[in-house]
C-alpha cells in the first residue's frame, strides 16, 4: 500500500506546522455521549472535528519518526511507517472542506455551539464566547464532576512545564490556541434526532468514513512492521544494552499515541454505521413493533440505527467482565492448541462472582489484553512442565523414551483468572504455575526489546495485517502493549512472579471511565 507515494519537502514542511500544535484530549465518556444511534448531525460536527484532530495526532507521529533516536528513525521498517503516517495526514487534509448554508447551520448550531472556521462565522457571529466555550477551555463536565486541564500537556501529566496561566507556561515553538485546527471545536455537539437532514450532511459523513476506513487498512500492519524496524535496529546495534531507555520511551509514546488514533477512527467509523435516520427507524418500527425491540435482551436489542443498545461505536456501555473472560480463553485456548499440536489446552479456570460484573469499557482492548497474558500463561505452564512430567512418567516406567511420550498425555497444571469488584477497578488476576520469572528478567518483560523467543517473526516486504496470523509468540510487544491498552483509559497491567513455581498478572480497570487520554 502506497506505492509510488513520496513524502516531499513541501509536506514535510506542512506536517511540522501541524505538529506544533496541542491534541485535544477525550475520555470514554465523552466518545459515549452519541448514544446508541447517533444523530447525523452530530455525527456531521464530529467528522469535522475528526479530520482537523487527526490530521495533529497523524503529524505528531510522523515528526516523532523522523527524529527517533539512537538510528531508529533509519531503520527501512520505520522508514515505511512514517511515510503511511504522512500519506494519511495528506489525505485528511486534502479532504474538501464541507459547505454550511443558513439553514444546515440553524439546524447544526441551535443550541448555541460556536464552530471557528471562517465559512461559518458569519453564520455564527452570536454563539457563545470562548470563555465559556469547553471546546476552547478543556473544561469536561462529566456526571458533574468539572475536569479543567492546567496546562498544555492535558491531565495528569508531570512534564515539569507550567501551568496554562503562567507567562512561561507555553513554548515558544508553539503556536497560539486560537491558531490550533480544533480551535473552538468539540467531539461531540448535541442535534436533533427526527429530522430529515439535509443531503450533503450524509455525504460528507460517508466521505469522512470512507476516508478513515482506508487508512485504518493502511495502519493495520504497524506494531508488527514498528517491530520489524526494532529488530533491524537491534541487528545494527549488537552491542547496546538490551534495556535502551531512549528507545523504550519513544516505543512507548509511539504506541500509546497510535492507541488513540486507533481509537478515534474505530469509534468514527462505528458511529457512522449506527447513525439514525428516519427511514431506519420507520422500518424498525414496522419490523417491531412501536415499542421498537425493547422486549428483546439487552444483549441483542438493536436501534433504529442498527447497532446494539448497549454500544455506542467501539465502547460498550455494559461491557460484562466474565464474559469476555471466557472469550478471550477460549481464543487462547485455540492458539496454544494449534501451536502445540494438543487435544485440549491446559485447563483454565474461571473464578467470578455470582452477580454479573459490568461496567463502561472497548470489549477489543479487553479481549487484546487478556488474550496476551493467557497466551503467556499457557506457554509458560506447557514449556516449563512438560521435561518436569516426562521425567516423571520415565521414572514411574523406566521402558518410557523421552522422546516417545506424547505431550497430549501429560496433565498440566491449570491457570486460574479471577475476577474481583472494587470501587475504583476492576482487577483480573491471571495466575499460573509456569515457572516464574527471575527477578533480575522482571524489569526485561516490560521492554519492547526483549523476547524469550530464540527467533523473531520475519515480516515479508509486502506484509499486511489481514494475512498474519496470531503467533503464540513472537515479537516480545504482548506485555507492554497490552499495559498501555489497560493505562490508556486510566488503568494498570502489573506483574508479580515466584521463580521456580509461576506468576500472577493483575489487570486493573478503572471503572469510573472519566480519565482522559493520556496524550504524549
Given at each position: 500500500?502506497?506505492?509510488?507515494?513520496?513524502?516531499?519537502?513541501?509536506?514535510?514542511?506542512?506536517?511540522?506546522?501541524?505538529?506544533?500544535?496541542?491534541?485535544?484530549?477525550?475520555?470514554?465518556?465523552?466518545?459515549?455521549q452519541?448514544?446508541?444511534?447517533?444523530?447525523?448531525?452530530s455525527?456531521?460536527?464530529?467528522?469535522k472535528?475528526?479530520?482537523?484532530?487527526?490530521?495533529i495526532?497523524?503529524?505528531?507521529?510522523?515528526?516523532?519518526?523522523?527524529?527517533?533516536?539512537?538510528?531508529l528513525?533509519?531503520?527501512?521498517?520505520?522508514?515505511?511507517?512514517?511515510?503511511?503516517?504522512?500519506?494519511?495526514?495528506?489525505?485528511?487534509?486534502?479532504?474538501?472542506?464541507?459547505?454550511?448554508?443558513?439553514?444546515?447551520?440553524?439546524?447544526?448550531?441551535?443550541?448555541?455551539?460556536?464552530?471557528?472556521?471562517?465559512?461559518?462565522?458569519?453564520?455564527?457571529h452570536?454563539a457563545?464566547?470562548?470563555?465559556d466555550?469547553?471546546?476552547?477551555?478543556?473544561?469536561?463536565?462529566d456526571?458533574?464532576?468539572?475536569?479543567?486541564?492546567?496546562?498544555?500537556?492535558?491531565?495528569?501529566?508531570?512534564?515539569?512545564h507550567?501551568?496554562?496561566?503562567?507567562?512561561?507556561?507555553?513554548?515558544?515553538?508553539?503556536?497560539p490556541?486560537?491558531?490550533s485546527?480544533?480551535?473552538?471545536?468539540?467531539?461531540?455537539?448535541?442535534?436533533p434526532?427526527?429530522i430529515?437532514?439535509?443531503?450533503?450532511?450524509?455525504?460528507y459523513?460517508?466521505?469522512v468514513?470512507d476516508?478513515?476506513?482506508?487508512?485504518?487498512?493502511?495502519?493495520?500492519?504497524?506494531?508488527?512492521?514498528?517491530?520489524?524496524?526494532?529488530?533491524?535496529?537491534?541487528?545494527?546495534?549488537?552491542?547496546?544494552?538490551?534495556?535502551?531507555?531512549?528507545?523504550?520511551t519513544?516505543?512507548?509514546?509511539?504506541?500509546?499515541?497510535?492507541?488513540?488514533?486507533?481509537?478515534?477512527?474505530?469509534?468514527?467509523?462505528?458511529?457512522?454505521?449506527?447513525?439514525?435516520?428516519?427511514?431506519?427507524?420507520?422500518?424498525?418500527?414496522?419490523?417491531?413493533?412501536?415499542?421498537?425491540?425493547?422486549?428483546?435482551?439487552?444483549?441483542?436489542?438493536?436501534?433504529?440505527?442498527?447497532?446494539?443498545?448497549?454500544?455506542?461505536?467501539?465502547?460498550?456501555?455494559?461491557?460484562?467482565?466474565?464474559?469476555?473472560?471466557?472469550?478471550?480463553?477460549?481464543?487462547?485456548?485455540?492458539?496454544?492448541?494449534?501451536?502445540?499440536?494438543?487435544?485440549?489446552?491446559?485447563?483454565i479456570q474461571l473464578?467470578?462472582?455470582?452477580?454479573?460484573?459490568?461496567?463502561?469499557?472497548?470489549?477489543?482492548?479487553?479481549?487484546?489484553?487478556?488474550?496476551?497474558?493467557?497466551?503467556?500463561?499457557?506457554?509458560?505452564?506447557?514449556?516449563?512442565?512438560?521435561?518436569?512430567?516426562?521425567?516423571?512418567?520415565?521414572?514411574?516406567?523406566?521402558?518410557?523414551?523421552?522422546?516417545?511420550?506424547?505431550?497430549?498425555?501429560?496433565?498440566?497444571?491449570?491457570?486460574?483468572?479471577i475476577?474481583?469488584?472494587?470501587?475504583?477497578d476492576?482487577?483480573?488476576?491471571?495466575?499460573?504455575?509456569?515457572?516464574?520469572?527471575?527477578?533480575?528478567?522482571v524489569?526485561?518483560?516490560?521492554?519492547?526489546?526483549?523476547t524469550?523467543?530464540?527467533?523473531?517473526?520475519?515480516?515479508?516486504?509486502?506484509?499486511?495485517?489481514?494475512?498474519?496470523?496470531?503467533?503464540m509468540?513472537?515479537?516480545?510487544?504482548?506485555l507492554?502493549?497490552?499495559?498501555?491498552?489497560?493505562?490508556?483509559?486510566?488503568?494498570?497491567?502489573?506483574?508479580?512472579?515466584?521463580?521456580?513455581?509461576?506468576?500472577?498478572?493483575?489487570?486493573?480497570?478503572?471503572?469510573?471511565?472519566?480519565?482522559?487520554?493520556?496524550?504524549?
Amino acid at each position: 500500500m502506497g506505492t509510488g507515494w513520496e513524502l516531499t519537502s513541501i509536506l514535510k514542511d506542512k506536517i511540522f506546522q501541524y505538529a506544533a500544535h496541542n491534541q485535544t484530549p477525550l475520555s470514554l465518556r465523552q466518545m459515549v455521549q452519541f448514544g446508541p444511534s447517533p444523530s447525523p448531525g452530530s455525527i456531521f460536527l464530529a467528522s469535522k472535528f475528526i479530520v482537523e484532530e487527526l490530521p495533529i495526532r497523524l503529524a505528531k507521529k510522523v515528526k516523532d519518526l523522523e527524529l527517533a533516536p539512537q538510528g531508529l528513525n533509519e531503520s527501512p521498517s520505520t522508514i515505511k511507517v512514517k511515510n503511511w503516517y504522512a500519506q494519511s495526514f495528506q489525505e485528511l487534509t486534502e479532504l474538501p472542506k464541507p459547505a454550511i448554508d443558513e439553514n444546515l447551520a440553524r439546524l447544526l448550531f441551535k443550541n448555541g455551539i460556536h464552530s471557528r472556521h471562517e465559512e461559518d462565522s458569519e453564520i455564527l457571529h452570536h454563539a457563545t464566547n470562548y470563555e465559556d466555550n469547553p471546546a476552547v477551555n478543556n473544561v469536561f463536565s462529566d456526571d458533574g464532576m468539572v475536569l479543567r486541564q492546567t496546562h498544555q500537556y492535558g491531565y495528569g501529566h508531570a512534564h515539569g512545564h507550567s501551568h496554562s496561566h503562567s507567562q512561561h507556561g507555553l513554548s515558544a515553538n508553539v503556536p497560539p490556541k486560537e491558531n490550533s485546527p480544533t480551535f473552538g471545536m468539540s467531539y461531540f455537539n448535541p442535534c436533533p434526532m427526527n429530522i430529515v437532514w439535509p443531503r450533503e450532511v450524509y455525504a460528507y459523513n460517508k466521505l469522512v468514513c470512507d476516508a478513515l476506513t482506508k487508512i485504518k487498512l493502511r495502519h493495520d500492519a504497524t506494531v508488527a512492521t514498528m517491530a520489524q524496524g526494532v529488530q533491524e535496529w537491534k541487528e545494527r546495534n549488537r552491542s547496546a544494552s538490551i534495556i535502551n531507555s531512549q528507545i523504550q520511551t519513544f516505543l512507548d509514546r509511539f504506541y500509546m499515541s497510535r492507541i488513540g488514533i486507533r481509537m478515534l477512527i474505530g469509534q468514527h467509523i462505528a458511529l457512522n454505521m449506527s447513525q439514525s435516520s428516519p427511514t431506519k427507524q420507520r422500518i424498525n418500527t414496522f419490523l417491531n413493533g412501536s415499542q421498537g425491540s425493547a422486549g428483546g435482551s439487552p444483549v441483542n436489542s438493536t436501534t433504529a440505527g442498527g447497532g446494539k443498545l448497549n454500544y455506542v461505536g467501539v465502547i460498550c456501555t455494559d461491557c460484562n467482565v466474565a464474559e469476555i473472560a471466557e472469550d478471550a480463553i477460549q481464543t487462547a485456548s485455540y492458539i496454544c492448541e494449534e501451536y502445540y499440536g494438543l487435544f485440549e489446552a491446559p485447563e483454565i479456570q474461571l473464578v467470578a462472582p455470582h452477580h454479573a460484573i459490568n461496567f463502561m469499557y472497548v470489549p477489543g482492548h479487553l479481549i487484546h489484553m487478556l488474550f496476551e497474558t493467557l497466551k503467556n500463561s499457557l506457554r509458560a505452564t506447557i514449556e516449563f512442565h512438560t521435561p518436569l512430567l516426562k521425567k516423571k512418567m520415565m521414572e514411574e516406567d523406566p521402558k518410557l523414551k523421552y522422546d516417545d511420550i506424547d505431550i497430549n498425555d501429560l496433565k498440566f497444571p491449570p491457570i486460574k483468572v479471577i475476577i474481583s469488584e472494587g470501587s475504583q477497578d476492576i482487577t483480573i488476576k491471571i495466575s499460573d504455575e509456569g515457572g516464574g520469572i527471575a527477578r533480575r528478567e522482571v524489569p526485561l518483560i516490560w521492554t519492547y526489546l526483549y523476547t524469550t523467543v530464540h527467533e523473531t517473526p520475519k515480516l515479508e516486504p509486502e506484509f499486511n495485517q489481514t494475512s498474519f496470523k496470531a503467533p503464540m509468540a513472537g515479537f516480545g510487544y504482548g506485555l507492554p502493549i497490552s499495559r498501555l491498552y489497560a493505562q490508556y483509559f486510566g488503568g494498570d497491567l502489573k506483574l508479580i512472579s515466584m521463580e521456580g513455581y509461576g506468576t500472577d498478572v493483575y489487570l486493573h480497570l478503572n471503572r469510573l471511565s472519566s480519565s482522559s487520554e493520556p496524550l504524549p
